[in-house]
C-alpha cells in the first residue's frame, strides 16, 4: 500500500558531507512524523532525527549541529542533510513514516535502507 525509498547514500571521506532522500507513495491520506534511522554492524538500530508534519525536528545528541532533517509535504518527502561527517556515522540509514491511510488509522512504514560509509 505504502512504500518508501531511500536515495542519497555513498562513501564519503571524514568531513565531507551527503544529502539522504526518502520518498512515499501510495494511497497516503497523510504522513505524521517522518524519522531517519541508522543501523551500524552489530549495533542496535538508533533514531538519528525525526521531523512532524509541523516541521518540528528532533536530533540525537550525537549528530545535533552536524545532520538537518527536513520534508517537503506536498511531495511526501524527507531530507537527512549530513554535514562533517564522521567514520561513527557509517551505517545503513532508514526511512520511518508514520502514515495515515484511507481508512483514517496510522501505520508504520520503513524504507529498505541506504548505506553511508564514512572514510578516515
Known amino acids: 500500500q505504502v512504500q518508501l525509498v531511500e536515495s542519497g547514500g555513498g562513501l564519503v571521506q571524514a568531513g565531507g558531507s551527503l544529502r539522504l532522500s526518502c520518498v512515499a507513495s501510495?494511497?497516503?491520506?497523510?504522513?505524521?512524523?517522518m524519522d531517519w534511522y541508522r543501523q551500524a554492524p552489530g549495533k542496535q538500530r538508533e533514531l538519528v532525527a525525526r521531523?512532524?508534519?509541523?516541521?518540528?525536528?528532533n536530533y540525537a545528541d550525537s549528530v545535533k549541529g552536524r545532520f538537518t532533517i527536513s520534508r517537503d509535504n506536498a511531495k511526501n518527502t524527507v531530507y537527512l542533510q549530513m554535514n562533517s561527517l564522521k567514520p561513527e556515522d557509517t551505517a545503513v540509514y532508514y526511512c520511518?513514516?508514520?502514515?495515515?491511510?484511507?481508512?483514517?488509522?496510522?501505520?508504520?512504514?520503513w524504507g529498505q535502507g541506504t548505506q553511508v560509509t564514512v572514510s578516515s
Open positions: 501510495g494511497s497516503i491520506f497523510s504522513i505524521n512524523a
Open positions: 521531523i512532524l508534519s509541523s516541521g518540528s525536528p
Open positions: 520511518n513514516a508514520e502514515v495515515m491511510l484511507g481508512d483514517r488509522l496510522t501505520y508504520s512504514y
